[in-house]
């Protein structure tokens, strides 16, 4: 009657409930069954930062949409585990139960809990880190992406573009940074991005690194840019939550955009808010989480699943054009 998987007459559960209420009992007990089958039907989403940054950030809200659209129909649920920089006190990934791990944004290259998890036998996914060949992976070519944002803009005229990066590492310190130490981010994604950049002819004096994935962030680390003693005339941001950032630092300063100061970002988010269209690297964040959701069903059901990659286009807006004269 509490499992629901059998055929019992409704009269029999009315009566198998009622004695159950009047002994107090709530049915069997979620981690006996566990126990016993070996199986907890939840699925552990890793990723870089607190649990509040997953609902504010819309990018990791249509992945994680998309993904949990298609594990729905399997009757997975999602177990949330964030990793705060200089989070203490919180216990080990590999401590919760969990039939598998997602690692839902490329972040370090390693992670300390990969050797545990595999010795449980837990199916592993990213999305391009960490990098070890026990975990399958769904990467997106962030380096081609970024190189066809600056040749977008050198298309349009511009010779000085600037780079708002993402943060280099877990505890690294935003500002303004040289190409060599940007090219050698612990992230990966940021280092790609970065490198991509310097590979279509972006500007590499003018780099500068955000504190975290906001838009507050953004404007503090476009600001660094915008007020060098020769600003850029373009800026080429690694999420399009910085770019907006960026925006709104242009406008602080009296700039215009696209007039002024164009703008590109990347990922491809739903913001309805602003009051145009972002040029951007769309990653469709909702189709890829639901291609993760593929994946993952695939490696639930014990079938062997290949590493691949998910595409990436240039979405022109209205943020860029004509370098200024």
Do not use: N
């Not at 907890?40 to 890793?46: A, I, L, Q």
């Not at 981010?185 to 690194?209: H, Q």
């Not at 838009?215 to 915008?226: E, N, R, V, Y």
């Amino acid at each position: 009657v509490f499992s629901g998987r059998g055929p019992v007459a409704p009269e029999t559960a009315r009566r198998v409930q009622d004695a159950a209420a009047e002994l107090g009992y709530a049915g069997p007990d979620p981690r006996a069954a566990q126990l016993r089958t070996g199986r907890t039907r939840v699925v552990g989403v890793s990723y870089d930062g607190t649990l509040a940054s997953a609902f504010a950030d819309p990018y990791q809200v249509a992945l994680l949409g998309g993904f949990s659209s298609v594990l729905d129909e399997t009757g997975y649920g999602l177990l949330l585990l964030p990793d705060p920089p200089g989070g203490t006190g919180r216990p080990p990934l590999a401590a919760h139960g969990m039939d598998a791990v997602l690692f839902a944004l490329c972040g370090a290259v390693s992670h300390p809990d990969v050797d545990a998890l595999a010795a449980r036998g837990l199916p592993l996914l990213g999305t391009g880190s960490p990098l070890d060949a026990r975990v399958v992976q769904l990467t997106i070519p962030d380096r081609g992406a970024t190189a066809d944002l600056v040749r977008h803009l050198r298309g349009l005229g511009h010779t000085r573009i600037g780079h708002v990066a993402m943060p280099l590492a877990t505890h690294s310190t935003p500002g303004r940074v040289g190409a060599a130490e940007a090219s050698a981010a612990d992230y990966l994604d940021t280092r790609d991005r970065v490198l991509g950049f310097l590979d279509a002819g972006g500007s590499p004096e003018l780099i500068a690194t955000a504190s975290d994935l906001t838009i507050d962030a953004g404007a503090a680390a476009a600001s660094l840019l915008l007020d060098a003693e020769a600003p850029p005339t373009a800026l080429v941001c690694q999420s399009d939550l910085l770019a907006l950032g960026a925006i709104r630092a242009a406008g602080d300063r009296g700039l215009s955009v696209p007039e002024d100061l164009s703008v590109a970002g990347f990922d491809g988010i739903e913001a309805p808010w602003f009051d145009g269209v972002l040029t951007t690297a769309d990653q469709l964040p909702a189709e890829k989480g639901r291609e993760l959701g593929r994946m993952m069903t695939a490696l639930l059901a014990g079938e062997k699943v290949a590493s691949a990659t998910f595409g990436v286009r240039l979405r022109v807006g209205t943020t860029t054009g004509p370098a200024p004269s």
